[in-house]
């Protein structure tokens, strides 16, 4: 009966050895699941409150387009896909013919309009003479006037004595109706020449001849004409890279045609779309992380929150969403981030706009504010490629007009 007992219990005894191992390591199993779950809870807690990420965010730079100011031919293309150009380097010519004797006939009509102005102060002293001629001849006939009534007067008692006859009477009142009419005539004279005079000075009054209205409108052709002219060359306004060149020789473009676009990858920045539950915590100048996929893990980018858009990206689409219609499903926005990169960790891992990249912020600071309230006091964006262009034309002008002015190039107003 023993050795019969001895095998089923034997076997009992495996059972149980069996089944406490397995308890045992189910135990081990569920422990270690709580661990981990307690792991990441605390994680997600401690940690994870601290930073807002997403993936949903690209490169972006500013692109300049290059488009002309004045239509005309293509004659000359000087940088291509992929260049690097400086600002103020020539990209496109135009033929400048057109333009070149367009400038000519300006310059022309300028230094004819200055020499006529000159005139017009020339006749000031012409004029003034003139005046000063017919009151001297009113004068004259004054006094002519005078002595005929005299003679009159002396002669009219004496005709009843017979001493003067009544002929030489008549003879004296006939001298004195035409010394009449002669101080009328004067009177007549003075007054047209003052009037001439007073209409020349109304041109001439208050302003010297280099800043005289009929110069300055033709100045502003010449202007016009030699702005045109150096706009048949378009610079680069910004340093950069080019992109997206249509432009071919011997094309007709028209004013404002784009020909070719300079990518200023040197200032990038970067604009995560954040969920609209991400956004509460977000706050200008807080720290940013970014990863970029063209090169891993391995570069971090060092990044800061510029500002937050005023709207979503929905709002600002091209066909923005008409939530008010029956058929309406609720879907998550997303508001554009500004972020600012370093310069130098850009110079150093160059970016391309467009490029994916992963943004992590810490949040932990929320001392910063969501929306700008400071009036910006710079440019955000300058170039002072085209201010020579204008100093160029105002010294032709000058020069223009100081050649023909002659004496005249220090009158002073009058």
Do not use: C
Not at 106 to 133: G, I, M
Not at 301 to 329: C, E
Request: no cysteine.
């Amino acid at each position: 009966m023993s050795d019969n007992n001895t095998p089923g219990q034997a076997s009992g005894n495996g059972n149980g050895n069996g089944n406490g191992q397995r308890k045992r390591a189910l135990t081990i199993l569920t422990v270690a699941v709580l661990a981990v779950g307690a792991v990441y809870g605390g994680y997600a807690f401690i940690v994870g409150k601290r930073y807002e990420s997403t993936d949903n965010a690209y490169v972006n730079a500013n692109v300049v387009q290059i488009t002309p100011l004045v239509g005309g031919t293509v004659t000359g293309i000087y940088a291509d896909d992929t260049d690097f150009v400086k600002a103020g380097q020539k990209l496109v010519s135009l033929d400048p013919a057109d333009a070149r004797v367009a400038l000519d006939q300006a310059e022309s009509a300028l230094a004819q309009t200055v020499r006529e102005v000159r005139t017009l102060y020339a006749n000031n002293s012409t004029l003034d003479s003139q005046v000063k001629l017919r009151e001297a001849d009113l004068t004259r006939a004054q006094t002519e006037l005078t002595r005929a009534k005299l003679d009159e007067s002396r002669r009219a008692p004496l005709v009843s004595s017979g001493a003067v006859g009544k002929e030489e009477l008549e003879h004296a009142r006939t001298a004195v109706a035409g010394a009449s009419s002669a101080v009328a005539a004067a009177q007549s004279a003075l007054q047209a020449a003052r009037d001439q005079a007073l209409s020349n000075r109304a041109l001439t009054d208050g302003i010297a001849a280099a800043d005289h209205p009929n110069v300055q409108r033709a100045a502003a052709k010449v202007r016009e004409a030699y702005l045109a002219l150096q706009r048949a060359e378009l610079p680069a306004p910004v340093d950069g890279w080019i992109a997206r060149r249509s432009v071919q020789v011997g094309q007709r473009v028209g004013a404002g045609s784009p020909l070719m676009a300079v990518v200023g990858l040197r200032d990038a920045w970067v604009d995560a779309n954040f969920k609209e539950s991400q956004i509460a915590r977000l706050r200008i100048g807080q720290k940013v992380r970014l990863d970029a996929d063209v090169y891993g893990s391995k570069i971090e980018f060092d990044g800061t929150i510029q500002g937050l858009s005023a709207g979503t990206g929905a709002a600002f689409a091209l066909l923005p969403a008409q939530n008010a219609t029956g058929n309406w499903i609720k879907v998550v926005q997303r508001v554009p981030v500004r972020i600012a990169l370093d310069p130098k960790q850009v110079a150093e891992h160059p970016l391309r706009v467009g490029l994916s990249m992963e943004v992590t912020v810490d949040v932990q600071d929320q001392s910063g504010k969501m929306l700008t309230a400071e009036q910006r006091t710079t440019p955000a964006a300058e170039t002072t490629v085209f201010s020579q262009v204008d100093k160029d034309a105002d010294a032709l002008v000058q020069r223009i007009v100081k050649a023909n002015l002659g004496g005249a190039a220090k009158a002073k107003k009058a």
